[in-house]
Nanobody
Framework: VQLQASGGGLVQPGGSLRLSCAAS????????MGWYRQAPGKQRELVAT???????NYADSVKGRFTISRDSAKNTVYLQMNSLKPEDTAVYYC?????????WGQGTLVTVSS
């Protein structure tokens, strides 16, 4: 499984961004995908996940502001981020899991600053 994340950039507080994670390779056994982030000097943390049946889970810090979704036809998972705050600044990583293991994308930088 290969993951290609995109969509990061610089945005002002209160703004929006949409991240995309395109998956390729052996996808038939993927059971969940998600987004994690790592801010400078901090550990990587969960942002949001979505399972193959469609169940979602969010970190408390992003509930009501971020939405994870997927387009199965395009093998792509999205993270719509609204009402962005400076504390959302981080490198965002896409993750996928299947029976064989865990896969990470290369990360995309999101900077929230005026």
């Amino acid at each position: 499984v290969q993951l290609q994340a995109s969509g990061g950039g610089l945005v002002q507080p209160g703004g929006s961004l949409r991240l995309s994670c395109a998956a390729s390779g052996s996808l038939f056994s993927i059971n969940a995908m998600g987004w994690y982030r790592q801010a400078p000097g901090k550990q990587r943390e969960l942002v949001a996940t979505i399972t193959t049946p469609g169940s979602t889970n969010y970190a408390d810090s992003v509930k009501g502001r971020f939405t994870i979704s997927r387009d199965s036809a395009k093998n792509t998972v999205y993270l719509q981020m609204n009402s962005l705050k400076p504390e959302d600044t981080a490198v965002y990583y896409c993750k996928a899991t299947d029976y064989a293991g865990i896969y990470w994308g290369q990360g995309t930088l999101v900077t929230v600053s005026s």
